[in-house]
């Protein structure tokens, strides 16, 4: 039995710097620990500030989802306020927060993960050339066409918002803006040429309408034999390779999951509660754990600091929450290692426990029996889960499989805008009150929990989908999702190691990256690890 | 070939997805038209790794030629000026940033947080963040008020929360095609040819400002009127060109009836977002705008209000952006 201990430093930069410790044993991953290497301390800069201060600050969490950030910051506000807010504006935070997701998905797909795909390590398989040739950096006929038509889903945003990212036009009440025929017919324009141009003619190789009938694995496969167009689109491509190289027999995770849902039916929430907020869902919430589905509770959450760089020895719900730095050097010496918190739910006769969010919770809660009429309804990626187990590749599917879902979405929310009626309805402004604010952005549940006193904010805690993967173990010693996926990977080159990467990025969690290698005993340098295939 | 490195500190990485909005030229056009050589970006790296890691130390002790360093995101100081806040690869990326700096001809800020502070800087500014030279509207920031890049240059700032696009792309282009000498830099660092204008200029609201005509609610209201009244709008006083060269080829923020928050201006986020001040003016004695547009004082800001309210015709108080 060998063993060696691999310090990767930095796996990726999204959110912060990702550095990632692993146990490698006789070529498999044994165990697993995610470092965030940042810290920014937004939730203590917002405290004692105007309560609408987080529509401003939070966008600038994370230029990646930052529209995301002000979507639900401002249900949180809408919930703390008790606004009203009319269906029209409901409509618009609605497309503005789903063209997010839709730029997202080719923007991430080309340009961090596939990159990864023409690394040489599969230069065995026949598919790889071709690979390549698609998806090679800047060059790859794929990657060129996807990265670049992927501004054009935040036109739309714009159209609604000004700009994207950063816009802060979401206010509780409803929207800033008030759009007129030629900027809904204008953003319908944008998006069908996006459809046309990427999303059928590259990415499916098919119709939104025949690639949204496929229920099941079987249908995926019998899909892809269907036709040629289909069989090389990118998509069909992405299949037949993924399961040639093997990205579907690692990275299952914890298997447990969270999504807190997105999107809401107007005529359900104009009058936002936390409590109403299931039931008017469209893209579901929902918890599934052991193999059961139960619903989503924000009560139920927590956050645990115990190997995170913070003050604090008990897990706090987020309205109770603190966020207190220690230097690290210091946090090292009492057994820390990360600046994320590590979220946990409390899954009834389970106890504490993580979840993996992302697309593909998402995916396994639209799987739920029971949706309402106006609920997503979609038995595909619990089926994958149940005959493939999850993995990388499960997931990677789960993300794309949104594009053709929510563009259509976004179609008809363009198409129900009254835009003789309202966008906006002032709002009293309350001195005190608590908020929860949710939404879906592109890699996982991402909420606010606010209070307000004296017309001030008392407590501001944002937990992010970051936080829900990438934190490190909790007080009981679990690992957080990332880390319990990276467990079991096997390393084919020590050398270079693309399953790490592959793994940590397949929850969006990290871009294009370095690794190093050190010998963790002596800290010694052993080697220098590419996870790239271009160098 | 202009070699460029792309570090991000303190960052959302909104600079960089804004860039990745560009067209013209696009990101790929930028590489393989301009000839840009991207050492290494945290999102586009096309030299990773092993390389990477040779390559920033190479850069850094001045065997590998760097010409343009290009830095998203603040500096980062904390805990007791350790810069413990932001490890990376193993090293305070406070670090990385003075050997970087030091080595490189040129030096570009990108975003309020490398330019500024930014937000992370704003009160109580929990990790002792700056910017690369300026810290707030201060002179000297993390490098101090006197640094000079090899080439003789200050640091070349292009703030905004995000900046534009391109406003990136086309300062990268005329570093890549020789025309450093072009760029005439304010006070403040920024290139005249994008921050001399106000966010006013070309704004589709400015003949509404002109006869005093406010944009009273949110939403539909924001189909006439102009936003400086009564929701703070930062556009007369903040440099900017986001009227002129629009937002993802479609809008900015005043068209889309969304106030200037003054995102290129160092007090971003204005008054420290206390209580009271998020999207809405502040006024003297419960009428009169705090602030006026620059080179203007208040009392000959009174007497042209009141003529040109007197002034104003009947379509600048009707719906004008109508359905
Ligand atoms: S909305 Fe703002 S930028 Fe536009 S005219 Fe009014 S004050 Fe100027
Ligand atoms: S309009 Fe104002 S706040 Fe918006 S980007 Fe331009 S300068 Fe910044």
New interface residues.
């Given amino acids: 039995m060998t063993s060696v201990d691999l310090f990767v430093?930095?796996l990726g930069?999204?959110?912060g710097?990702l550095?990632v410790r692993v146990t490698i044993t006789d070529g498999v991953v044994t165990s697993a620990w995610t470092e965030a290497?940042?810290?920014?301390?937004?939730e203590?800069?917002l405290k004692g500030?105007?309560?609408?201060?987080g529509?401003?600050?939070t966008p600038?969490?994370?230029?990646?989802c930052?529209g995301s950030h002000l979507y639900k910051s401002c249900y949180a506000l809408d919930t703390a306020w008790k606004t009203y807010v009319?269906p029209n504006?409901t409509l618009v935070r609605n497309i503005a927060q789903a063209c997010e997701t839709l730029q997202s998905i080719p923007?991430y797909f080309y340009?961090?993960f596939a990159v990864d795909l023409t690394n040489k390590n599969y230069a065995k398989s026949k598919l790889y050339d071709e690979a390549v040739r698609r998806f090679a950096?800047?060059?790859g006929t794929s990657y060129?066409s996807g990265?670049?038509l992927?501004?054009k889903p935040?036109?739309v945003?714009?159209?609604?918002?000004?700009?994207?990212?950063?816009?802060?036009?979401m206010?509780p009440?409803?929207?800033?803006?008030?759009p007129?025929?030629a900027d809904v017919t204008?953003a319908t324009a944008i998006l069908n040429h996006w459809k046309d141009n990427w999303l059928e003619k590259q990415w499916l190789g098919c119709s939104i309408d025949r690639w949204m009938q496929i229920r099941t694995w079987d249908d995926m496969m019998a899909w892809v034999e269907e036709n040629e167009a289909q069989y090389n689109s990118d998509c069909g491509f992405f299949i037949r390779y993924a399961l040639d190289v093997g990205l579907h027999k690692y990275g299952a995770g914890v298997g447990n999951y969270l999504a807190t849902g997105t999107y809401f039916e107007p005529s359900l929430y104009e009058n936002p509660t936390v409590e109403g907020r299931n039931a008017a869902l469209i893209n579901r919430s929902g918890v599934y754990a052991n193999g059961q589905f139960s619903e989503f509770d924000q009560a139920r959450v927590s956050e645990d600091v115990t190997h995170s760089f913070y003050e604090g020895n008990r897990p706090l719900h987020p309205w109770e929450g603190e966020t207190r730095?220690?230097?690290?050097?210091v946090g090292r010496k009492q057994g820390k290692y990360s600046w994320a918190k590590s979220p946990r739910y409390e899954v009834p006769d389970m106890g504490r426990v993580p979840l993996e969010v992302g697309p593909l919770a998402r995916r396994v809660a639209a799987a739920a029996p029971g949706a309402a009429a106006h609920q997503d309804d979609d038995p595909l990626f619990l089926d994958m889960i149940q005959k493939l187990g999850p993995s990388v590749f499960v997931r990677q599917m789960a993300r794309m499989h949104e594009g053709p879902k929510y563009f259509t979405w976004v179609m008809d929310w363009l198409a129900r805008l009254e835009?003789?009626e309202?966008?906006?309805?002032?709002p009293v402004e309350p001195l005190s009150g608590k908020g929860f604010g949710s939404t879906e952005a592109a890699r996982g549940a991402l909420s606010d929990w606010i209070v307000l006193e004296d017309?001030?904010i008392e407590n501001y805690q944002v937990v992010t989908p970051t936080a829900w993967n990438i934190g490190p173990r909790d007080s009981l010693e679990v690992r957080g999702p990332i880390e319990e996926a990276l467990v079991g990977s096997p390393i084919v080159d020590q050398e270079d190691p693309v399953e790490l990467g592959h793994v940590a990025r397949s929850f969006d969690s990290c871009?294009?990256?370095?690794?190093?290698a050190y010998d963790g005993k002596t800290g010694r340098e052993l080697s220098?690890?590419?996870?790239?295939g271009?160098? | 070939m202009t070699s460029v490195l792309w570090f991000?500190g303190?960052?959302?990485?909104?600079?960089?997805?804004?860039f990745?909005?560009?067209?013209e030229p696009?990101?790929?056009d930028l590489?393989?038209d301009f000839g840009l050589e991207v050492l290494w970006h945290?999102?586009?790296?096309?030299?990773?790794?092993?390389?990477?890691?040779?390559l920033f130390w190479d850069c850094a002790r001045g065997e590998r030629p760097l010409d343009v360093f290009v830095f998203e995101g603040t500096v980062?100081n904390g805990?007791?000026g350790?810069g413990?806040?932001?490890?990376?690869?193993?090293r305070p990326m406070k670090d990385w940033v003075t050997d970087l700096a030091n080595a490189a001809s040129i030096v570009v800020a990108i975003g309020d947080c490398a330019c500024w502070g930014?937000?992370?800087a704003?009160?109580?500014n929990?990790?002792d963040?700056t910017g690369l030279q300026f810290h707030k509207r201060a002179k000297g920031g993390f490098l101090g008020a006197d640094w000079r890049s090899k080439s003789g240059l200050p640091i070349i700032n292009i703030p905004g929360?995000?900046a534009h696009p391109d406003w990136i792309t086309q300062i990268i282009v005329a570093l890549a095609t020789g025309r450093a000498g072009d760029i005439a830099l304010d006070d403040l660092h920024r290139p005249q040819t994008f921050f001399k204008t106000f966010t006013q200029t070309g704004c589709t609201r400015v003949q509404f400002f002109e006869y005093k005509q406010a944009t009273m609610?949110?939403?539909?209201?924001?189909?006439t009127g102009c936003l400086f009244y009564e929701f703070g709008c930062r556009g007369p006083m903040t440099h900017s060109p986001?009227n002129r060269i629009?937002?993802?080829?479609?809008?900015?923020?005043?068209?889309?009836?969304?106030p200037c928050?003054g995102?290129t201006e160092p007090e971003f986020?204005f008054f420290?977002?206390?209580?009271?001040?998020?999207?809405k003016t502040q006024k003297v004695s419960g009428v009169i705008p705090k602030e006026i547009p620059e080179g203007s004082d208040h009392l000959t800001y009174m007497a042209h209000a009141s003529a040109a309210r007197i002034a104003a015709p009947q379509w600048s108080k009707e719906d004008m952006?109508?359905?």
């Fill in positions: 430093s930095p930069r999204v959110e710097d550095d290497a940042m810290f920014r301390g937004f203590m800069i500030k105007d309560p609408q201060a529509l401003i600050v600038r969490i994370c230029g990646i930052g009319p504006a923007r340009a961090l950096p800047y060059v060129q990265v670049v992927s501004n935040v036109e945003y714009a159209i609604f918002g000004g700009q994207w990212p950063h816009s802060s036009f206010v009440g409803g929207v800033m803006s008030a007129g025929l204008r730095p220690i230097d690290p050097e835009l003789k309202s966008f906006y309805a002032k017309g001030k871009l294009v990256c370095t690794v190093h220098k690890f590419v996870v790239n271009m160098v | 991000q303190g960052a959302c990485s909104g600079n960089t997805m804004s990745l909005n560009a067209e696009n990101v790929v590489i393989v945290p999102s586009l790296g096309l030299e990773l790794g092993n390389n990477a890691q040779k980062m805990p007791n350790t413990r806040y932001d490890m990376f690869a193993d930014g937000i992370p704003a009160d109580p929990p990790t963040s929360c995000p609610n949110f939403g539909e209201g924001t189909r986001c629009l937002w993802n080829r479609q809008s900015s923020k005043t068209r889309a009836g969304m928050l995102c986020p420290d977002l206390r209580k009271g001040t998020v999207f952006f109508v359905v």
